[in-house]
């Protein structure tokens, strides 16, 4: 495969929605091992300059997405590769499904029907993977060239059926004209559909299933299900929609920022207000913070919450975040996959998983329907060291390929182990650029203390002792060796401890805890 992934916002994605944004992660996040190639209007003369001139674009009164379709196809006969709209979120790594789809040289996923009945074109074209050479782009290509040197207008602002108007030979201002010349080439070359027919079909009605069920819709079993389960790779979305109908019952912040199953569990027995719309809780992971958001439940508020995801800044906003010693964070994450890896679910009804009965119900209820918590390669990896203490000890093994696991295992984007403190304040950044919207800093350590001084600043009821959640009650090793503590605070010197020291700094925390810091 071509691993390189085109993706474009033309305006630049600092400025892109915020569902622009969270596509492009999803992209990052899944796929380490392939490169993601952002692009915008200023950057595209740099790839595809020849082209730029060959069609004449200077010339044409052309849609941005038009724009975007002649983007595509160039990129993809020039270098190959994976083009994805900037709406399309990834939900399975393209290793796990996608080679088996391309052997042909080619891919896209394919229309058998529309909501309105036939389809008036063959592909979708928000995911293309083509490879250099391959006849489909190249003849795609010289198509959409000879049509650009005879249309002066290219695109239409509005996605409106005209196949009709097109097939009469009113080839001007179509919204679809991309795709009626994919589907002209199936009519007059006579290689092009014997390719075509090579290419396995995948329908677009799955990645479509959450624009066609309504995205801001409330959440139903049904599309519950169709996440959970990823049943499409990807979905197709819209960053168009209504910013208020954003809420967290709807189905796009469920796939976009999905809500840890005990606040669901908590909203089942708490009558939970919103008294603080403008407080953001940055939720490290294993740092306490599903401990403090069931004790905001526990007096009926809710707190809004940033887990898994960075913080955004919004300069109306004040931040509250809670912090604890990176070397026993970094124990409790790994530690808190091997729980999950072995958990024993026998005994178990699904259906009533709580974070009483299990470590994390979400990644229970996975394992019992899937036989994992995790992605395989994690969860192989996580078993092959065995304790957190010989994990950081490989980080500085004698045998390249042990150390080499080590790493991948340390830096593996999607769980705990790496986002640490400093991937949620950006080594620190975010503390120094935004410290005058922080409203509080408390730290594991000193968590009921912390929270009697918090519940004074917002004036609510004080004296709620924070009670542990999600207990790890399997016999797991937290010790770590002279070594191992050496190589965590080498791997996390321009991360974790950069945020340590930008919070000592701006004075959250005492000399006391910022040294303590230092030792396991």
């Known amino acids: ?26 992209w990052i996040e899944k796929n380490p091992s392939w490169k993601v190639i952002c692009l915008d209007n200023d950057s595209l003369e740099d790839y595809i300059n020849d082209d730029i001139k060959a069609f004449n674009l200077a010339d044409k009164a052309i849609t941005y997405a038009a724009k975007s379709d002649f983007v595509r196809i160039c990129l993809l006969k020039k270098y190959g590769g994976l083009w994805v709209d900037a709406t399309t979120y990834c939900t399975i790594p393209l290793d796990d499904w996608l080679e088996n789809y391309i052997k ?11 909501p309105k009945g036939q389809p008036d074109r063959l592909i979708s074209s928000w995911f293309l993977y083509g490879e250099k050479y391959n006849l489909i782009v190249d003849a795609w290509y010289q198509a959409a060239l000879i049509y650009f040197k005879t249309i002066k207008t290219i695109g239409a602002p509005t996605p409106v059926v005209s196949l009709e108007r097109w097939n009469q030979g009113d080839k001007e201002g179509h919204y679809f004209w991309f795709h009626y010349l994919f589907g002209d080439l199936c009519k007059v070359d006579s290689n092009f559909p014997n390719e ?26 049904e599309v519950k299900n169709h996440i959970d389960t990823k049943k499409s790779p990807v979905y197709k979305l819209s960053y168009r929609y209504n910013q208020n109908d954003y809420t967290p019952q709807c189905s796009l912040h469920y796939l976009l920022e999905p809500n840890l199953s005990f606040i669901n569990i908590a909203n089942t027995i708490y009558q939970v207000r919103d008294i603080f719309p403008n407080l953001r809780f940055i939720h490290i992971g294993k740092c306490g913070g599903t401990s403090l958001l069931m004790a905001f439940k526990d007096q009926g508020i809710k707190l809004q919450y940033l ?41 178990l009804d699904i259906n009533k998983l709580t974070i009483e009965n299990s470590l994390a119900p979400a990644r229970i209820r996975h394992k019992m329907m899937h036989g994992h918590s995790f992605e395989s390669e994690y969860e192989e990896l996580v078993t092959y060291f065995q304790t957190a203490n010989n994990l950081a000890e490989s980080l500085s093994h004698i ?22 403190i400093g991937w949620y304040l950006t080594n620190g950044e975010f503390i120094k650029n935004h410290n005058k919207n922080i409203l509080f800093v408390g730290k594991v350590e000193t968590i009921n203390a912390d929270m009697e001084r918090l519940s004074i600043i917002l004036n609510i009821p004080s004296g709620a002792k924070i009670e542990k959640i999600r207990e790890n009650n399997q016999s797991l090793s937290s010790y770590l060796s002279p070594l191992a503590v050496n190589n965590l605070l080498s791997f996390y010197q321009e991360t974790d401890y950069k945020a340590i020291r930008e919070l000592y700094a701006c004075g959250w925390i005492d000399e006391k805890t910022f040294q303590s810091y230092w030792e396991p």
């Open 399 to 420: 045998d390249q390929s042990i150390r080499a696991k080590a790493f991948r295992l340390m830096n593996y984007p999607l769980e705990h182990i790496s986002k640490g």
């Open 196 to 221: 075509w027919g090579r290419v396995p079909k995948i329908s677009e009605a799955g990645p479509h299933f959450l624009q066609r069920s309504g995205m801001l819709n409330g959440m139903t079993k």
């Open 1 to 26: 495969m071509q691993k390189h992934i085109f993706i474009l916002w033309l305006q630049g994605f600092d400025k892109a929605p915020f569902l622009v944004r969270k596509c492009l992660a999803s």
């Open 307 to 347: 887990h898994l995801t960075k913080p955004e800044f919004n300069p109306e906003h004040q931040y509250i975040i809670w912090i604890r010693n990176p070397l026993r964070r970094f124990v409790s994450a790994y530690n808190f996959s091997a729980a999950l890896i072995s958990f024993n679910t026998s005994g």
């Open 104 to 114: 042909s040289g080619f891919f896209s996923f394919s229309y058998k029907t529309t």
